[in-house]
């Protein structure tokens, strides 16, 4: 089946310093991958959609400057959470779109903690 | 918004058949029904899509309403190892997610 791979996962920081969390597929190509963020007993919220090769779409109430995306070939995409605080602390989780079905395939998500 | 509505909670007998509703009444011609689950501090994991057509695959079967706005996944023999969140989603470009049904499964 196809892997989606995250890493670190799990990191804890300090705040104010930024922290950068992978996310690859491993078996498959993925024009588009995208970010969620998952907070204690809620579901999954979308973060930002990422084209290979092209800047991150990133859903409404989302700092782009906060949270940098790049998605530099077709099996990796990187955030980066910059000058991070204790309410960034959350459950970071990635997903690939397999090019050839369409279909998505979820990371196994990144826990970050911020003191 | 998440175009899909799922009862929050289910139980299931280990051993029997669960089925899990999903109403999707908004949903359109091209878009597809995806359904993932989510066994606690993991990601999600991909079960089955489809879209008109009845699908069946190692893991679950999915029945679509002939007016596609409902769907009903069924898990033939549950196990305890089936005790998760499970999503469906209505593909757009984006998938979002609602707030699912926790099934558990009892011995």
């Known amino acids: 089946g196809a892997v989606v791979s995250q890493h670190p996962s799990w990191v804890i920081c300090k705040s104010g310093t930024s922290v950068k969390i992978e996310c690859r597929s491993l078996?498959?190509?993925?024009?588009?991958m995208f970010w969620y963020r998952q907070f204690p007993k809620q579901s999954l919220m979308l973060m930002a959609t990422?084209?290979?090769?092209?800047?991150?779409?990133?859903e409404q109430g989302v700092e782009k400057d906060k949270f940098l995306i790049n998605h530099a070939s077709l099996t990796l995409s990187t955030l980066t959470v910059t000058s991070a605080h204790p309410e960034d602390s959350s459950f970071y989780i990635c997903?690939?779109?397999?090019?050839?079905?369409?279909?998505?395939?979820f990371g196994p998500g990144t826990r970050l903690t911020v003191l | 918004d998440a175009k899909t509505t799922q009862p929050p909670s289910m139980d299931c007998a280990e051993g029997r058949a669960a089925n899990l509703p999903c109403n999707h009444s908004?949903?359109?011609?091209?878009?597809?029904v995806y359904w993932y689950r989510q066994i606690h501090s993991q990601g999600p994991q991909y079960i089955i899509h489809?879209?008109?057509n009845n699908e069946t695959n190692e893991m679950a079967s999915l029945i679509i309403t002939e007016d596609r706005k409902s769907s009903t996944l069924i898990l033939p023999h549950a196990t305890l190892r089936d005790t998760a969140v499970y999503y469906c989603?209505?593909?757009?470009?984006?998938?979002?997610f609602g707030t699912g049904t926790s099934l558990t499964v009892i011995p």
């Open positions: 997903s690939a779109r397999a090019t050839r079905t369409d279909t998505q395939y």
């Open positions: 078996d498959f190509q993925a024009t588009t």
């Open positions: 990422s084209n290979e090769g092209s800047k991150a779409t990133y």
């Open positions: 908004t949903i359109s011609g091209n878009e597809y």
């Open positions: 489809g879209l008109k």
């Open positions: 989603i209505v593909n757009g470009n984006q998938f979002y």
